[in-house]
C-alpha cells in the first residue's frame, strides 16, 4: 500500500520561499510522482512531475519559480517554491502514478497524500 506524507507548508509573504516534501512509502522506485496544487473552491491542478529517468514536467504557471527534484534512496519528492505570490495560495498534494511517462493529468494517479496547505498574503 503507498503512503505518501507532504510537509512544508506554510504562510509566507508575497515574494517570499517554501520548500515542500512528501515522503513516499510503499511506491516501487522511479514510479512517477508529482504535486497538484488545489485552490479553494477550485479542481486541483498539476504543477510539477519526476519519473523514474529523471525527466520533468513543470506548468507553465510555476516554470522557473518551482523546481522539483527527487531523492531516489528515500523515495522523496521536494518542491522548491520562490517568489510566491497569492494566486499560489492553495492545498498542494503529493501524488503517486505507474511507471510510465509522467503527465500533469491527476487521473494518471493513483495515489494521494491529505496534502500540505499553502497561504501567500501580506
Known amino acids: 500500500q503507498v503512503q505518501l506524507t507532504e510537509s512544508g507548508g506554510g504562510s509566507v509573504q508575497p515574494g517570499g520561499s517554501l520548500r515542500l516534501s512528501c515522503a513516499a512509502s510503499g511506491l516501487a522506485r522511479g514510479y512517477c510522482m508529482g504535486w497538484f496544487r488545489q485552490p479553494p473552491g477550485h479542481e486541483r491542478a498539476g504543477i510539477a512531475a519526476m519519473g523514474r529517468s529523471g525527466k520533468t514536467i513543470v506548468a507553465d504557471s510555476v516554470k522557473g519559480r518551482f523546481p522539483v527534484s527527487r531523492d531516489n534512496n528515500s523515495n522523496t519528492l521536494y518542491l522548491e517554491m520562490a517568489a510566491l505570490t497569492p494566486d499560489d495560495t492553495g492545498n498542494y498534494l503529493c501524488?503517486?502514478?505507474?511507471?510510465?511517462?509522467?503527465?500533469?493529468?491527476?487521473?494518471?494517479?493513483?495515489?494521494w497524500g491529505q496534502g500540505t496547505q499553502v497561504t501567500v498574503s501580506t
Open positions: 501524488a503517486a502514478g505507474g511507471p510510465g511517462s509522467c503527465r500533469l493529468l491527476w487521473w494518471d494517479f493513483a495515489d
